[in-house]
């Protein structure tokens, strides 16, 4: 392993790893503006609060369906051309969101950047693994995580903001024009090249590395945390209604702790070499938050205290997750193991908004987030690493 005279990794500050993290924010910039801002340019049109929220749906289906199918594309076309395509179609149709705002063409639009954002998202986190030397995984993992978070931090609470100062086009145009750029960055992203199919005059079969069985305990792990960071932002302003500094705040130090512990958890675990570790260490932190969020109503300062503990645990579930599942998966196999972390990631946060929402409708938001904290508590102790 080369390393800098600072003792960091070479391939950590290499060209195409960070033109790898520039396009990342760039498509992840143009996605997180618009989550905020289509729902309410569906529900201004006239679709009502089901519609706004069907967009987001639509959106989410469509991202994880596409995942299912990124690995073989991977494997067929490559990395590159994948991640291309995807931020391209994430950005293209995002424009003519402004042409009307009924519930029929938005919800084809969000589809259609739903296949873009699955196909951007994998290629995107399998591209970590394979431009960096796996003892460089974690914290490798970790700027991609900032790369991710950071327009998020700042996208996310400023999308309705935006509105009132672009309207709503200019902020499909923006929303639009961001991943387009980071296509273009991709180009200049030089990806691993596909290992030539073996010819049937030679002697000796091309060797092959069989699939590894994935690891129960990341996908767990992500599915648990995932679900309450995603319950946490959906229903804090119906928790706290009156509180409108704290819930800003919650929504804020959320995606701040995520941020934060995924980069504790990253060089942590390129120093202990043991990925997976953290992972109840990060269920039992994301626990101890959604009780904080439980007596958000007697204290308003609970509910940021606890949003904060509920993203620093997801953050460091995420990076040792993505780092376990590479490491399990093996280099042959690094595309399966980045669409299992990403659906993982995906499907918990729309079980944290359905799923929670249909527990607090008959029997309240102290059910909900109870029940959560409950699974998580379970969670922690069947996702303990096991010696090998």
């Known amino acids: 392993m080369r390393l800098t005279r600072w003792g960091v990794p070479r391939s950590l ?23 905020p801002v289509v729902p309410l340019w569906v529900s201004r049109g006239g679709s009502g609060e089901f519609g706004a929220g069907l967009s987001t749906g639509v959106l989410m289906a469509a991202t994880v369906g596409t995942q299912l199918l990124v690995p073989a594309m991977l494997r067929r076309v490559g990395h590159r051309p994948v991640l ?23 919800l084809a639009i969000s589809a259609v950047r739903g296949l873009g954002f699955g196909m951007a998202t994998v290629a995107g986190s399998a591209l970590v693994a394979e431009l960096v030397e796996p003892s460089a995984h974690g914290r490798a993992a970790a700027r991609y995580g900032y790369a991710v978070g950071l327009p998020q931090l700042l996208f996310l609470p400023a999308g309705v903001a935006v509105v009132d100062a672009l309207g709503f086009t200019g902020v499909f145009l923006l929303a639009g024009i961001t991943p387009v750029a980071g296509a ?6 030089r990806g691993p090249r596909r290992a030539p199919a073996p010819r049937r005059d030679d002697a000796v079969p091309h060797p092959r590395e069989p699939r590894r069985r994935l690891p129960a305990a990341p996908v767990l792990a992500m599915l648990g945390c995932s679900t309450a960071q995603g319950g946490v932002i959906t229903f804090a302003p119906l928790v706290a209604p009156g509180a409108t500094v704290a819930v800003p705040a919650a929504l804020f130090a959320t995606a701040l702790g995520a941020l934060l512990g995924r980069g504790v958890a990253g060089t942590l675990t390129d120093r202990s070499g043991r990925p997976g570790a953290l992972l109840p260490v990060g269920t039992a932190c994301a626990t101890v938050g959604l009780l904080g969020v439980l ?18 645990g997801f953050g460091l579930v995420q990076n040792d997750a993505m780092v376990a599942l590479f490491a399990a998966a093996g280099p042959l196999h690094y595309g399966p193991a980045s669409a299992v972390w990403n ?37 922690t102790p069947a996702v303990r690493r096991r010696r090998a």
């Open 184 to 189: 273009l960055v991709v180009a200049f992203v």
């Open 13 to 35: 500050s290499s060209l195409p790893f960070r033109l790898l993290l520039a396009s990342t924010a760039l498509a992840f910039g143009g996605y997180a503006l618009l989550l």
């Open 84 to 106: 291309v395509v995807g931020s391209l179609l994430l950005g293209l149709p995002t424009p003519l969101l402004a042409l009307t705002a009924d519930l029929g063409p938005v």
């Open 295 to 312: 007596a958000a109503p007697f204290a308003s300062v609970l509910l940021v205290a606890g949003a904060a503990a509920v993203g620093a």
């Open 343 to 379: 659906i993982a990631y995906d499907a918990g946060t729309g079980l944290g908004a359905t799923g929670l929402g249909a527990i607090a409708e008959p029997f309240g938001f102290a059910a909900a987030f109870g029940t959560t904290a409950a699974v998580l508590f379970l969670l």
